[in-house]
């Protein structure tokens, strides 16, 4: 890994045991099952918490089913489907968090492996909001889940109405096991009336974040051709939040298609840009799994009846007392 990204590491909003941990993962050395069965240590490779595979150091910090709930469930809203580098995965995030992310996530992973070893070793097992709340502990400036005054928002767990005049377009990608993506998008006004739905095949993506991206791309060049002039935009990827909000310089093509986006901008009066869980995102993350039945459609005023009970349930949440 690059120093300026074990410097990125090091200096990240949480205590040093956190980071101490993410630095032991990087470099492979957690005393995970797997490693101590090599070693002659321990008999059963196997993860103690499902039983059912070998225990790396991804499986247990990121692709355990339990584990993987915890992270959905985390501010982050992070989803580990598959088996993967470690090493690479903190590449690629690190390039694109800043502290204050980098900072929540190192909090989480330290509380998964801490709450690892107490089942393990103490028999103790601990809830998701209990892991949690033990997170937000662990952050000198305590943006997890803090009822203090200085406490930063959680992010919404359901999909919010924007502000009158203003108009809220969702966007997701999805991505096949064959690397083939499709993006969808709705877009809604502050009484939750859908105003436009699209879906479209985005050909083969070489990673899941240039396929947010070019989604992203497309939205906006639709939203422009419907003529939508005053936007919102969510989205549920946080590599692609999080790049947006970089200083530019960098030479990819996740770059020249942020900057593409970018580009777009002057289309509109209002612009705004920001990142929510993936359950706020439901109606979106739905049609860009139709976008590979669908392929290029646009709905005005409606939207498919495969999202309508979706997007009556966010109407609903929205109207919920906070």
């Known amino acids: 890994m690059p120093p300026a990204l074990w410097m990125k590491l090091w200096k990240a909003d949480a205590v040093p045991q956190c980071c101490e941990t993410a630095w032991r993962a990087c ?19 196997c993860c103690p918490r499902c039983s059912e595979v070998e225990e790396t150091v991804h499986h247990a910090l990121f692709s355990c089913p339990l584990v993987r709930m915890i992270w959905f469930a985390s ?11 470690v090493h690479d995965f903190f590449l690629s995030f690190l390039a694109t968090a800043d502290t204050n992310i980098a900072g929540i996530f190192l909090a989480v992973l330290y509380s998964v492996w801490q709450a690892r070893n107490e089942l393990l070793f103490k028999w103790k097992d601990s809830s998701i909001d209990q892991l949690l709340q033990r997170a937000s502990s662990l952050r000198p400036s305590r943006v997890l889940l803090d009822d203090g005054p200085r406490a930063v928002q959680v992010l919404p767990s359901s999909w919010s109405r924007p502000l009158s005049g203003v108009c809220k377009m969702n966007i997701d990608a ?3 096991s064959s690397k083939e993506a499709g993006a969808g998008m709705v877009m809604r006004n502050n009484h939750g009336e859908v105003l436009a739905a699209a879906t479209t095949e985005l050909g083969p993506v070489l990673s899941p974040v240039l396929a947010e991206a070019l989604g992203m791309r497309w939205a906006l060049r639709l939203a422009t051709k419907l003529g939508f002039r005053r936007i919102w935009i969510e989205t549920d990827c946080l590599e692609l939040y999080t790049f ?30 920001t990142f929510v869980r993936r359950t706020s995102n439901g109606a979106a993350d739905a049609l860009a799994r139709l976008a590979f039945h669908y392929g290029c459609m646009i709905w005005i005023e409606e939207a498919p009846s495969e999202i309508t009970s979706i997007t009556q349930d966010d109407v609903l949440a929205s109207m919920a007392p906070s």
Not at 75 to 85: C, T, W
């Open 174 to 176: 999805s991505v096949t």
């Open 244 to 273: 947006w909000n970089r200083q530019g310089g960098e030479f990819s093509h996740l770059a020249t298609v942020v900057f593409d986006c970018r580009s777009l901008l002057p289309n509109f009066d209002v612009f705004n840009f």
């Open 27 to 45: 470099l492979d050395i957690l005393p995970v099952r797997s490693i101590l069965h090599r070693r002659g240590v321990v008999g059963n490779p």
């Open 75 to 85: 501010p982050l809203n992070l989803r580990f489907d598959e088996e993967g580098s």
